[in-house]
Structures are given as C-alpha cells and as structure tokens.
C-alpha cells in the first residue's frame, strides 16, 4: 500500500533514470517531495521525503562538505535523492556517491530534459492517492468494529474478525498471560525466545506494543514472530492481544485494522467491568444479608435463583483477609481486613480459577467465601485448606509481597444458619493472627480456650484469668523481665526442655536454666503441677491477645 522509491522509478518520467547508489534500499517509503533550493535545507525536513536537485546549491562545497551534507540527509531519514546535472554542475562527484551508498541513501540520476514537475506532480498524485485509500480502508475497518460492538459480539467475534482481515491467527490472552480465546489452539503453546520493545513498525499503531520472538511447541519447535498489544481499561485491568505472523508479516493495513480491533476489545472489556461491578454489588447486598441473616427463607432463594448461586446443602464460610510484608495495621484494621490496589482482583481471579461456581463476595475489606461442603465428608475440613493453600501460592506467584491471612468458620447444615459460621470465621482469622501469626488458615475449631476467651470484650475481665503466679512476673520491675517472659512461653512450648527451648532463643543451655531458676524464685511457680501449668499458659495467650489490642 504504501509508495516507494522503487514505484517512483516505475514512473514514465523516469525511465532512462539511473540508480547511482543505495540499490538495495529503494524500499524506503516516499512521504513527500521538495526540490532543493538552498543548502540548509536540512533544517526544515521531516523525513521520508524525495529530494530533487541539480546540486547547484552546494556546488562550492568541498568533498568533506559534500559528505557531510549527504550524511545529514540521511540521519534526517530522506527516502532519496534525485539529481538531475545542471550546466553549472556537469557531473556528479564520486565522493557523494559513495558517501550516500555508505549511508543508505539511494541517489538517482535523471537525465536533464526531464523538468521537475514531471516527476513532482506524480510522486505527489500517487502519496495523495494511497493516503485516500487508507483513509478509505480505516472507514471500512472502523465502521466493522463498530458495527460489532454494537452488536454486543463477543471478544471471539472480534479476533475472528481480526484474523479474517490480516490473514494471520489471533488470540486474546488475561492479565495473568491465560488464554481467554484464541482462532488457533496452535498459537498459544510456545516460549519467549527474545522480547523487542523497539521496532521500524512502532509509528504504524498508536497503542503501545512490542515484537517477541517465540518458539513453538507444536510445531516441531519451529521459530515464529507475534505482535502484542497490552490493552488497559479501568483500574488498570489488562488484557493482551497477540497476533502470529504465522501466514505473512504485517503491513500497514494489518496495523490499521489491529488497531480497530484492541479498541473495540478495550470497550468491550469496558462494558463487561460495568456490569461485572453492578452484578458484584448486587452479590455483596445478597451476602451480606444473607450473613446477618436479614432475609426471609422466600426472598432469599427467589433472589439467588435470580443471580445463579446454588444455595441448597451445607456451608462453611471461608475469610480471607490481604495485607503486606511490614505494613503498620491499626486495631480497627485488623479486626477489618485491609485490601489495597490490585490485590483484591489477583485474590478473586485465583478464588475463581479454583472455585469458579463458589458463591463469593466482599465484606468490610474481606474477601467472603461461602464454601460448599458435603456434610457426609469428615476430610471436608481439610480439603479446604488443601485447596486454599493451592489458592493461595497462585497469589504469591504473582505478588509475593502480599500476606493473606484466612480464617475457616464451623459447618452450617443449611444456608439459614450461615451466620454462625461468618461469625466462627471471624474469630478464627482475630485468634489466629495470636496463635499463628498474620499469614497462617486457622479454623475456628483449632482455637481451643481462646473460642472460650473471644466471648469476653472487656479487657479488664480478661485480666482475671491471669493466675497470680504470672501477675508476678508482670508485676516484676527488673529490665530483663521481657527476656524472661519470653524464655517462659518458649520453655512451655518446648515441654519444659531447657535444651530446645535454648536453641530456639539462640542463648546457651545455661542461661536458659537461670533464667528458668530466676522465674522460680520470682513467681514460685511449680513446673510439675500440670494444672498450675496449663493456667499459666492460658495467661500467656491473654496477655498475646490484650498487647495485640494496643497495636
């Protein structure tokens, strides 16, 4: 489509014309032509012009000066240099031909009689007329596009079309690079040789792409080009439009019409944000009543069936709460959950891609899951946390500085119960946090005392199940009190093993066994009564629980 050096020595004006240097580069495109009247003529091009002169303005230059002008011709990116000899310049200096076959720069000599017009006024016929006929073919092209996204055709629809038009296969790919569709299972099997971010086709397309060089699997590892097109929308949300030069490569008008197609897949992704946020808004209303148990039995199977969700049989409600690596959180966040930028849509695509008909939505900065369950199953527990751990290194592949702490609520033998259980989560994501840290699946089932211990609100009331012995140790004034708190929790934890519990504080056996002598002679404490024991390490998970309520 496009017009080039080589078409303008097609024309009739041009045929005793004679290729003086740059032969193998006469595929340069023509985008204009001017005649040369002065030899600062450099400083008013723009490139791919044609130039036509009888060197007249230059004609005092010396070889050095010739080569430098001929050099500034060709970093300006001029398609070519017509030279026709001139009473005043009967020959054309050997220097500027090889200086422009040096630099690329295709030089043809036209005999004198040919006067300028005749080959002006043709070359700008011919850029004018495949200007049309582009303009022409973007109509075309437009209007088809348009025409499906009015339509409301699917994004199948599109790259079929797409493919129909360049003659080359097309697939749409997510943001995670999953195929969503694809005109050829062929195309998206392969590996990423090289990535080019910078190519001669760049200018061709307004939207942002880049070229790799890919090997395809299928294809007895045959080596193959693609095109692709991150294509964003709202929140940042994108989705990447590949093309194979598998049949040809792409020319001009194939970019025209790649264009049309990634506007037409952006406002199709467009339209479907829109309706996915008022579908996910009427969702979290439905949830959220259903959780509080706000909604008669009637209503609430009527509007379920109205949204496709599957309600019959038993459930347990699964949280999931999103925070970062070092991330000062407030009590009232916590107690909340925290979600920032993205990371909510990278939880929710890994939720779907494993649970893909769970009922699912947001409450209070939590991801709200309601996991079906067979109440027959005795694994069902432990299925779940087998398939949240696969959902959860999913998340991590991708953003590995996210933490999701989850929380796992009792079984509710039918949905009108399924309060109990959004409570049950609740608590086992609050407790869990102090028994098992901010990234851990706890159960409500696994908290033991503290399912006891989160029925008291009042802080003060807590405090009395501390037994006197521990009170001490609080109560004790030395600087090193700290040190021996911990060495306390830890020599439980290790089942009175003065050794174990040194090697996990990293102090030597001995200090471990003073420090376990100095708690003694400070509290009185009788490491062999196992009641007293089990008190006391009840007491240090309240004081867990009441330091965590003053972050």
Known sequence: MEFRVKDVLNLSSLKESVVLSGEQYLHKVVKGSTIMEAPDI???????????????????????????????????????????????????????????????????????????????????????????????????????????SLADESQEKIIETLENLIGNPVALFDRNFFCIATTLPGLTDFKIVEKNYYFDETEKMKFPHYRQIVRYTEQKEKIGHQIVVPIETI????????????????????????????TSL???????????????????????????????????????????????????????????????????????????????????????????????????????VLWKVNIEDPEWLVKIKVKVSSILDLVKKQANEIIIQVGIGTLSENINSISESYIKAQDALEFGEVLNGREFVTSYSELGVFRMLGKFTNSEELKTFIP??????????????????TTLKVFLQCNQNATKASQLLFIHHKTAVYRIERIKEITGMNFEDAEEMLLVQIGLKIIELLEREKI
């Not at 019959?312 to 979600?339: P, T």
């Not at 600087?479 to 021996?484: F, G, Q, V």
């Open 266 to 368: 952006s406002l199709e992704l467009v339209k479907k944000f829109a309706v996915a946020e008022v579908d996910k808004r009427f969702k979290n209303d439905l949830l959220e009543q259903l959780i509080e148990g706000k909604l008669p039995s009637n209503i609430l199977y009527q509007d379920a069936n109205l949204i496709g969700w599957d309600i019959e049989g038993a459930f347990a409600v699964v949280l999931f709460k999103i925070s970062k690596k070092n991330e000062l959180i407030s009590s009232k966040q916590v107690k909340r959950g925290i979600s920032n930028g993205n990371e909510e849509i990278l939880l929710h695509e890994a939720i779907h891609q494993y649970l893909p008909n769970m009922i699912m939505g947001s409450k209070s900065g939590l991801k709200v």
């Open 235 to 262: 929140n940042h949300i994108k989705t990447y439009l590949l093309i194979g030069e598998m049949n040809k490569p792409l020319e001009e008008l194939d970019f025209i019409a790649i264009e049309n197609a990634a």
């Open 468 to 485: 006197p012995s521990l009170q001490m140790l609080l109560n004790y004034q030395q600087a090193n009190k700290t040190d021996l708190l």
């Open 42 to 148: 450099t400083d008013w091009l723009k490139g791919g012009e044609l130039i036509l002169t009888s060197l007249y303005p230059i004609r005092f230059f010396n070889e050095q000066e010739q080569k430098q002008f001929i050099a500034k011709l060709a970093e300006k990116e001029v398609s070519a240099l017509v030279i026709k000899n001139h009473r005043f310049v009967k020959e054309i200096p050997q220097s500027i031909i090889d200086e422009a076959e040096k630099c690329k720069l295709p030089i043809i000599q036209i005999p004198k009689e040919v006067p300028y017009v005749d080959v002006l006024y043709p070359v700008m016929e011919e850029i004018l007329n495949t200007q049309v006929k582009k303009l022409q073919y973007y109509k075309e092209i437009h209007d088809q596009f348009t025409a499906l």
